[in-house]
């Protein structure tokens, strides 16, 4: 996951910075669980079929079920943009 939160060109318009440390990319997949796991975020990979290869995600956050609302994101490694 580095490798995308690292790049200033997946995150122009993501409202955060690039990540400069593979602990601040630990730190964000770390909320990301926490986030599961208290029902206030869902993320997914998105990965290549024919190898694995993760090549971004995908998910909900800020997600407030009560009012059935939530914020969707998603980042893509430039690798893998105009792939349809």
Do not use: C
Not at 5 to 19: C, D, Q, R
Not at 27 to 39: A, D, F, L
Not at 45 to 60: A, E, H, P, S, V
């Amino acid at each position: 996951m580095f490798p995308i939160f690292s790049n200033a060109a997946v995150l122009k318009h993501y409202g955060m910075e690039p990540h400069v440390t593979v602990d601040e990319t630990i730190q964000m997949v770390t909320n990301m669980v926490e986030g599961m796991q208290t029902g206030t975020a869902i993320r997914w990979g998105i990965i290549r079929k024919r190898d694995l290869t993760l090549m971004g995600t995908i998910g909900f956050h800020n997600l407030a079920r009560r009012h059935r609302r939530a914020e969707i994101g998603y980042e893509i490694h430039p690798d893998y943009w105009h792939n349809g």
